[in-house]
């Protein structure tokens, strides 16, 4: 019976960590946006790990919210009556939360604190998982296979494995937790600074070993490829230690906006000040973007991305592409028709790999996505480069070689035309006779890509009508040159994909997402914001999302044929 006790307990547990909602929710709720800063800051403490959980009072609307899109009304009442029937005695007004500790072993040390409105009551609701052994001075124990400690103190329940760790735990750490579930139902913070020294050199010895290990079980390398499979390695590792000493704190929270229809997704990170991480996010604040034009809000999908790119990270992006181009090289040696055509091959692969590189030591790169399904499959696909015309010299090298292969069907046309300075190509790829009919109602009798270069870019158009949108495209980026730059952005809308996939061969599946999500509510977005030494990336699910979800699953266990 105490086991079944924990069991429960824990279940109830995670149904509240499952499920966010607080009243008071700002940048959560849609309200203007804040500055990165409010989502990160609150009081400092010597944990690691932060879990903060909203009061039941303003959660259990939402957990009731978030159960009824999945489940339907009978989870949403069923989850009601489970967090209400195990947190009597609770004040279910204010937040609760879990810190976590690791000593110099690595061995966590969680404790959870619980607002205390009535102790008698609590334990009434335990009775029938047995009894508590009262220690005296507030302290409590439970023993339900091991023992846990309860001690009253201030307001709070502190919950914990052994008696020093409730005793030595100060409660006024627990005063934070107000501020961090302010914006969110759930919250969880990392403070990698309060990892203990000898647990991270422990950890980097363990990888350390791991890597000597591997390049034992790998003794057929050459050893160039050992050398360049370690340095690999080691920078992996030099990657791994720097994020760890260069972040400060690391933020999830979780919140759901039951008015608006959203359920939103916080992650964000605070910076060391004089990392490289916090140099590149200062830098970010003073970026432009040339690509803003591409992306259409009321597309399928649209994204944009921008990357900083420091110095030393060139290093180690020449060193990763090293050891790949070997491996090609390797290949190309042993299936080349003769000596001349390894050459050239060889020749190819390092001029495109330097044209990578050299776009690289610009220390920025943008990339844009839009994809559009209003009649056909449109897809568009955007990246700058350090020179366009050295991409255009490389297409018609591969343009020749294409034309010189009797049995590859592929063309790639080169300087076909030009629209608003841009130099237009073409690439075409016949479908092989047995590619089905939905294939076919996609891209026709062959998949056909329209080809932009400018001196910084290069545009890529998939689908029957990529001719105009190539052009428009174009057209689309020289209106809007330069804007400030966003981390990333990113729009997806749900029900036009569902009717795009239903028109091409329609399921069970699709047709039962489609029914909810066509009600509206039914974009899935990715929006970025830097502040100081601080970056946040939010990912908000409106609410047909999530119901269509659950309504194709349950039409897929129901029996439904097919999927996407």
């Known amino acids: 019976m105490k086991m079944k006790w924990f069991v429960r307990s824990s279940v109830i547990a995670a149904l509240a960590f499952a499920a966010p909602t607080p009243a008071d929710l700002l940048y959560a709720q849609g309200a203007k946006s804040q500055s990165a800063s409010a989502v990160i800051e609150e009081a400092e403490d010597a944990s690691v790990v932060v879990v903060g959980l909203a009061p039941v009072d303003t959660m259990l609307p939402n957990v009731q919210h978030l159960a009824r899109l999945i489940a339907g009304g009978g989870g949403a009442g069923t989850v009601a009556t489970l967090i209400k029937q195990y947190t009597g005695g609770l004040d279910t007004a204010r937040p609760a939360g879990v810190f976590v500790e690791l000593d110099e072993s690595g061995t966590p040390s969680p404790i959870a604190c619980l607002p205390l409105r009535n102790l008698d009551e609590f334990f009434q609701q335990l009775v029938i998982f047995g009894e508590p052994e009262d220690l005296g001075d507030g302290l409590y124990s439970f023993n339900i296979g091991n023992s846990i400690y309860l001690r009253k103190v201030e307001g709070w329940l502190v919950v914990g494995q052994s008696e020093d760790a409730v005793l030595n735990f100060d409660t006024t750490v627990a005063e934070n937790l107000k501020g961090m579930v302010a914006k969110y139902d759930l919250r969880v913070q990392v403070n990698p600074q309060n990892i203990p020294d000898e647990l991270l050199q422990f950890f980097m010895s363990q990888m350390q070993a791991g890597i000597e290990q591997g390049m034992a079980s790998n003794p057929n390398m050459s050893e160039e490829q050992a050398e360049a499979a370690r340095a690999n390695a080691e920078q992996m590792m030099a990657s791994f230690q720097e994020g760890i000493e260069g972040t400060e704190k690391f933020v999830i929270g979780l919140a759901v906006n039951k008015a608006d229809k959203k359920t939103m997704l916080d992650v964000g990170t605070k910076f060391v000040e004089g990392s490289k991480f916090a140099t590149q996010i200062e830098k970010v604040k003073g970026s432009m973007a040339t690509l803003a034009g591409i992306p259409q809000d009321a597309s399928m999908m649209s994204a944009q991305s921008l990357q900083l ?232 699910f409106e609410d047909n999302v999530i119901k269509a979800i659950s309504s194709g699953a349950k039409a897929a266990q129901g029996g439904g044929q097919g999927g996407f």
């Open 309 to 540: 790119i420091a110095p030393e990270e060139v290093k180690q992006l020449e060193d990763t592409m090293s050891s790949s181009i070997e491996a090609a090289f390797k290949q190309i040696e042993e299936n080349a028709k003769n000596p001349e055509d390894a050459a050239k091959a060889k020749d190819f692969i390092n001029r495109l790999v330097e044209l990578v590189m050299d776009s690289a030591r610009e220390g920025k790169m943008e990339s844009a996505l839009n994809i559009t399904v209003e009649k056909n499959l449109n897809a568009v696909g955007s990246f700058t480069v350090a020179d366009g015309k050295k991409v255009e010299a490389l297409a018609a090298e591969a343009s020749k070689a294409l034309a010189t292969e009797k049995d590859v069907p592929v063309k790639l046309q080169v300087n076909t035309g030009k629209h608003a300075g841009a130099n237009l190509h073409k690439l075409t790829v016949p479908l092989p006779p047995e590619a089905d009919d939905s294939a076919r109602k996609v891209f026709g009798d062959q998949v056909t890509v329209a080809i932009a270069t400018t001196p910084k870019a290069v545009h890529l158009a998939l689908g029957k009508d990529c001719d105009t949108v190539i052009k428009s495209t174009i057209d689309r980026v020289t209106a809007k040159p330069s804007s400030p730059a966003e981390m990333v952005k990113a729009r997806f809308n749900l029900t036009q994909l569902l009717t795009y996939i239903q028109s091409i061969k329609s399921n069970p599946v699709v047709d039962a997402m489609l029914e909810t999500a066509s009600g509206g509510a039914d974009k899935v977005m990715v929006d970025s914001k830097v502040g100081d030494r601080e970056s946040v990336v939010r990912i908000t």
